[in-house]
């Protein structure tokens, strides 16, 4: 197989560590003679690897001392419903910027009193709405940071008056994040943290238990901080991935040390879209993704679409076909692609320019 480049928007690329860490794993975890997915969950080698994961989480994140984090099954639509089970008690606000951010809220719409604070679909979601007033009476406000399918971002912590809680599922690990000014931050990992199959949630714990309703059990957060993420059957595969992952993030320095490599390689795959006379970028250049980079045909260059994507693929680059709702293509610079990566797509855009003017 020839070289591929995979800028695929998740589940994503992985560090090629994590990748052959796990596959020795999967044939002799930890020299027990068992592989890693036929290992009891309640042995000490196992908890090892959930404490190892839990605490490189924290220093990576730099998460204060008064949150948890769980790692559970169910992927980020389910933590939607979390979301809306432990806070939503009168009402709560969205910010609906995206197609994730309204299954958020449509999630909490069918727990309770939930609605939109400000909206950008008017122009497709290419924008992050700016000038709303988060009114104090409210449960919670929620935020989508970044905005997978549309490619924007929110890219500081914003100030907020009331509980804020944040889906990070698609930049979490890509820049540092101020914990402290939000109660709950969660996702899923097949973005840039791991493997699909594990979700993380970040919480404040004096946020929790301010709801009357019966939580079911499997959907209250006390209850996983409790038993440590490990109430029932933690997804082991995905877990160990991600701990791989994590190892992998710190010995390239850091949460500050990627993304200025994030901020790299979008800066220069957003250069050649602004220069290439083939193409142009969906998104308001103020709330440009550094994860996920969308773009399209210049006017007048639209039927060039699926010879573009013929010809990216002959390149060797993988994944790039932008989202069915907005069309055109988009490169997820998720933190194990790299630099190199990046070049070759430049190149390509570049050589396919060519043969065109
Ligand atoms: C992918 C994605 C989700 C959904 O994740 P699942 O784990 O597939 O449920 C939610 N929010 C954002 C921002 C995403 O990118």
Not at 10 to 15: F, I, N, Q, R, S
Not at 85 to 113: P, R, S
Not at 124 to 139: A, F, L, R, T, V
Not at 227 to 243: E, G, L, R
Request: proline residues 3%; glycine residues 8%; charged residues 25%.
């Amino acid at each position: 197989m020839d070289k591929v480049h995979v800028f695929n928007a998740g589940p994503c690329v992985l560090p090629q560590v994590a990748i052959d860490r796990s596959i020795e794993a999967l044939r002799d975890f930890k020299g027990t003679g068992v592989s890693l997915i036929s290992i009891s969950h309640r042995t000490k080698e196992w908890e090892e690897v959930m404490e190892e994961c839990r605490s490189l989480w924290k220093e990576l994140l730099c998460i204060p001392d008064d949150y948890e984090t769980v790692f559970l099954g169910g992927g980020a639509s389910l933590e939607f419903l979390y979301v809306a089970m432990n806070f939503l008690e009168n009402k709560a606000a969205y910010l609906d910027t995206g197609v994730w951010a309204h299954k958020a809220l449509q999630e909490a719409q069918g727990i309770g009193n939930a609605y939109a604070l400000a909206c950008s679909k008017d122009r497709n979601y290419c924008y992050i709405p700016k000038g709303y007033e988060i009114p104090s009476d409210i449960d919670y406000f929620h935020i989508t940071t970044n905005n997978t399918i549309y490619g924007t971002e929110i890219k500081t912590d914003i100030d907020c008056p009331v509980p804020l809680i944040a889906d990070m599922s698609s930049d979490i690990l890509s820049r540092r994040v101020d914990v402290s000014k939000y109660a709950m931050i969660y996702g899923g990992a097949q973005k840039n943290a791991g493997p699909a199959g594990v979700t993380f949630a970040i919480i404040r714990k004096d946020a929790l238990g301010k709801v009357s309703r019966r939580i079911p059990s499997m959907l209250d957060y006390r209850l996983h901080i409790d038993k440590a993420s490990m109430f029932n059957t933690p997804p082991v595969f995905s877990i160990f991935v991600m701990n791989e992952t994590l190892k992998w993030l710190k010995s390239m320095g850091g949460i500050d040390a990627i993304h200025a490599a994030d901020e790299k390689k979008a800066a220069t795959l957003y250069a050649e879209i602004d220069r290439n006379s083939l193409f142009r970028g969906t998104a308001d250049k103020e709330d440009r993704s550094i994860m996920n980079v969308c773009f399209v045909m210049a006017d007048g260059r639209e039927g060039l679409q699926d010879e573009f994507l013929a010809f990216a693929k002959q390149c060797g680059m993988v994944g790039i076909k932008g989202h069915r709702s907005v069309g055109g293509f988009r490169a997820s610079l998720y933190n194990a692609c790299t630099q190199e990566d990046v070049d070759a797509l430049v190149k390509c855009m570049q050589e396919f320019e060519k043969l065109h003017i």
